[in-house]
């Protein structure tokens, strides 16, 4: 089966295969850890793992690759004013990254390298450019990337560096605010500040760290070659991030960097975009204390297509646990999967499942297809029941399908009402009683708006012998 994916580069759809014929080759910006990751980082994280997944899946290894961003400006300021040591602040987010991809069951990467662990690396790379001309020193210390003398940049984004280039500066400044030669250069290296405390490294340009961008570089090209597959993230990253990266490891090696580049696009919560300022950076955490589970968020996450932005709405979580708990049930009424390998990539009734994901990984498509063939297995069982081939294909199939979508069912509780009950908010218990007392004197109208009043906010109430049931739309 081919696996066609749409490539930021090329702006075409490409069919994916591993350049060197062994493994797929690819690297994932992972998290800066001074806080917990939020549910927008977990789009990109969770779409990322279905990617690998579906690579796997129609029988081409993999070798992934996912940093941690363990030193700059906010790592720094949070860990200062936490009165902790960068490396122990750090310490702690990073577990609950790590706690946090384990209870979504994200893969893990097979090297997950630290750019505090590669400052020589990083050094070494910055060295090359220098030689090469496409670096200089500022008089302020701090080295930077001679933008001019790299021709490609630029071909990522679409940049146009002479028609956008106020548009390119603003965001380049807003990064770092050095002493350029050229405005639009960014820092490889920053020369240690005051402000940086005891955060410094030594290198031939004195004390000091290393600016964002080389990290990725020096990191993927240490463990995956100078070039290789594909190279991923949000797409908040194309610019000016990707095209940074691309700027130096292409400058200094001189071969093309990565073939393929997949960026995901943003989560907006409520309609609104993620911001701490309108307090809706949710995290798993938020998910677990309103009463759900991590596959219901890993389900929603993964129920638009990674090219769209994907609005999150809290009720969704439910339609999400319904849908698990199906299959669930569905797995339950069918026979024992195959031993591996002999199952693997049999999808039999499935078939069209793995179609829409091999589709651009089209994970919308891919989940009606799941329901509609759950769908035609449940009146099958109800009705006159499956051969035992058919019973063990349809087994074998939903099986993989699972795999291939990263859902556990050791991970999904169908009898568990515990963790079932959904929370009912104070604001909604109150307009039920007020509904329930205008009923009583059968003030109708009133009665009615209440109602309204409830459906705008989700909800819908039935009357029930023992009182009435709010109920998540
Ligand atoms: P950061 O920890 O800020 O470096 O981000 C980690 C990853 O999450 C990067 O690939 C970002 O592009 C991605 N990201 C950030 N915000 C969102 C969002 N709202 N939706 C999807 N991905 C995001
Ligand atoms: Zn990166």
């Not at 393929?260 to 938020?286: C, I, P, Q, Y």
Request: charge should be negative; glycine fraction near 8%.
């Amino acid at each position: 089966m081919e696996f066609k994916l749409f490539n930021t580069l090329t702006r075409k759809e490409e069919v994916i295969h591993a350049m060197d014929g062994e493994k797929f080759r690819f690297y994932c910006c992972g998290p800066t850890v001074y806080g917990p990751a939020h549910i927008g980082n977990f789009r990109t994280f969770v779409v990322q793992d279905c990617f690998r997944r579906v690579v796997e899946a129609i029988g081409i290894a993999t070798r992934h690759v996912r940093n941690i961003t363990d030193v700059d400006d906010k790592t720094i300021r949070d860990s200062q004013q936490a009165g902790q040591s960068l490396a122990e602040f750090t310490r702690h987010w990073r577990e609950q990254f790590e706690s946090d991809c384990e209870a979504l069951n994200l893969l893990l990467p097979h090297v997950v390298p630290s750019a505090v662990e590669h400052i020589p690396e990083q050094i070494a790379l910055i060295e090359v450019l220098l030689q090469k001309g496409l670096a200089y020193q500022g008089d302020d210390g701090s080295v930077y990337f001679r933008i001019r003398a790299f021709a490609g940049y630029g071909k990522l984004s679409g940049l146009k560096m002479e028609a956008n280039r106020s548009n390119a500066d603003q965001r380049l400044n807003a990064a770092d605010e050095y002493d350029k030669e050229n405005v639009s250069d960014f820092a490889l290296w920053k020369a240690w500040r005051a402000e940086d405390g005891e955060n410094r490294w030594e290198s031939p340009w004195g004390l000091g760290r290393p600016g964002w961008h080389i990290e990725c570089s020096a990191m993927s090209m240490r463990y995956l070659g100078q070039s290789f597959d594909l190279h991923s993230g949000g797409i908040d990253l194309i610019f000016p991030h990707h095209e940074n990266e691309i700027a130096q490891s292409e400058g200094a090696t001189g071969e093309p960097f990565s073939r393929h580049w997949f960026h995901v696009a943003h989560l907006r919560v409520e309609d609104r975009k993620m911001s701490k300022s309108l307090g809706n950076l949710h995290t798993l955490e938020s998910i677990i204390d309103w009463g759900y589970q991590a596959m219901d968020l890993r389900y929603v996450l993964l129920s638009g297509h990674y090219r769209q932005p994907l609005n999150f709405k809290r009720h969704s979580l439910d339609g999400a646990r319904t849908a698990l708990q199906r299959f669930k049930r569905l797995a339950g009424a069918l026979p024992t999967v195959s031993n591996a390998p002999v199952n693997q990539r049999q999808w039999g009734p499935f078939q069209a499942v793995i179609e829409a994901l091999c589709d651009d990984l089209n994970t919308a498509r891919a989940l009606g297809e799941l329901h509609t063939a759950a769908g035609q297995l449940e009146k099958a069982l109800k009705g006159a029941g499956l051969s035992p081939e058919s019973a063990q294909a349809a087994a074998d199939g939903l099986a993989n399908a699972m795999i291939a979508f990263g859902f556990d069912f050791e991970r999904v509780s169908i009898d568990g009402e515990a963790t079932k009950a959904v929370e009912i908010p104070a604001a909604i218990l109150t307009l039920v009683k007020e509904r329930e007392a205008a009923r009583n004197a059968r003030d109708w109208f009133r009665a009615d708006s209440l109602r309204d009043a409830l459906h705008a906010e989700g909800w819908t109430v039935e009357d029930t012998p023992t009182g009435p049931q709010p109920k998540r739309q």
